[in-house]
């Protein structure tokens, strides 16, 4: 069964985008699960590793991204990946 340790190495060395989102989605079910605490405690959500790509301008709500997508906070305080483009649209109010 995996550890804690596990979960936090999966974030540190993920090697894209959606691997990083997973990683994360697990470390919190994990952590739910054990009754931890929160990821926060474990890892730098704000130092979340990225993958390419500019800095998007307003980095609010935005964890991580890559050349074409970002890794947001959802409608439903979930992790989601959208295209940079839907980003900027859901931002501006589109």
Same mark, same amino acid.
């Given at each position: 069964?995996?550890?804690?340790?596990? %979960?936090?190495?999966?974030? !540190?060395?993920? @090697?894209?985008?959606? !691997?990083?989102?997973?990683?994360?989605?697990?470390? %919190?079910? *994990?952590? +739910?699960?054990?009754?931890? +605490?929160?990821?926060?405690? %474990?890892?730098?959500?704000?130092?979340?590793?990225?993958?390419?790509? !500019?800095?998007?301008? $307003? @980095?609010?709500?935005?964890?991580?991204? $890559? &050349?074409?997508?970002?890794?947001? @906070?959802?409608?439903?305080?979930? *992790?989601?990946?959208?295209?940079? !483009?839907?980003? &900027?649209?859901?931002? #501006?109010? #589109?």
């Amino acid at each position: 069964m995996p550890e804690l340790r596990d %979960y936090i190495s999966n974030i !540190e060395f993920a @090697t894209s985008l959606r !691997e990083l989102r997973s990683a994360v989605v697990d470390a %919190y079910d *994990f952590l +739910g699960q054990q009754d931890l +605490g929160d990821l926060d405690d %474990y890892v730098s959500m704000s130092s979340l590793p990225t993958f390419g790509g !500019e800095k998007p301008e $307003d @980095t609010n709500e935005v964890w991580s991204w $890559d &050349a074409d997508e970002l890794m947001v @906070t959802g409608p439903d305080g979930d *992790f989601a990946i959208v295209e940079r !483009e839907v980003w &900027a649209d859901i931002q #501006a109010g #589109a």
